[in-house]
């Protein structure tokens, strides 16, 4: 992983805000000029900025022009919930084995914590931020159990194209309630070490996007 100087780490984190908070429309192109003269930075860490932003996920870089805020499309959302798959899959197998040591126990009531303000989020909040935010720690929780730096950095660099098929999944009809009801279902088998039930619940819920969100080719 790279590390950023100071300025680099302060224009990666403006844009990347902007990008969350919606600030930024997906369809413009946006000057690394400009950006920097509104943080008051040179051009070189803003370059440097971007070029991380781009290799986690954020942007599309357009080489001479710019950059774009990236889309979600049917190969990106393919690809990355695949990636899951693997990386889940493999994190849920490992902690059914340990179900009942000091740590796994842990986890889990860790995950059974995260599932329930999950469950509050759904009641109270319209827009769905709070509930997807808990969505990812549930799932964040599970892939750093195994302590593999190499795959929380993969995780970590898919994770603005989970949030954009969050977003999307969630917008469905019925999804947050179907995704609560996989996570519970989940979490019940994970809880009594049926590893290999809840690693069917967890593939199904993960590749259900596929089937619900509509994208850009």
């Known amino acids: 992983m790279q590390i950023m100087s100071s300025l680099q780490q302060e224009a990666y984190n403006y844009i990347k805000n902007l990008i969350l908070t919606n600030q930024l429309d997906v369809n413009s192109l946006y000057s690394e000029t400009k950006l920097s003269k509104e943080l008051g930075i040179s051009r070189t860490p803003m370059r440097e900025a971007l070029q991380c932003l781009s290799q986690d996920g954020y942007i599309t870089v357009v080489p001479s022009k ?29 902690l059914a084995a340990d179900v009942n040591t000091a740590r796994g126990q842990k986890t889990i009531r ?67 309630t179907g995704t609560m009801d996989e996570h ?33 080719k």
């Open 66 to 94: 710019g950059f774009r805020i990236r889309q979600l499309n049917q190969k990106d959302m393919k690809e990355t919930i695949q990636i899951r798959c693997a990386i889940e899959g493999f994190c849920t197998q490992c």
């Open 110 to 176: 860790e995950l059974g914590n995260i599932l329930e303000l999950q469950r509050r989020a759904a009641d109270d909040d319209d827009n769905y931020e709070t509930f997807i935010d808990y969505d990812h720690q549930f799932h964040l929780l599970l892939v750093q159990y195994i302590k593999n730096e190499e795959v929380n950095h993969i995780f970590q660099r898919l994770m603005y194209l989970i949030r954009l098929t969050s977003q999307s999944a969630l917008a469905v009809e019925g999804r947050v």
């Open 184 to 216: 519970a279902k989940y979490y019940e088998y994970l809880k009594n070490g049926n590893g290999n039930d809840a690693y069917k619940v967890l593939i199904d819920h993960l590749m259900m996007p596929l089937n619900v969100v509509k994208t850009t």
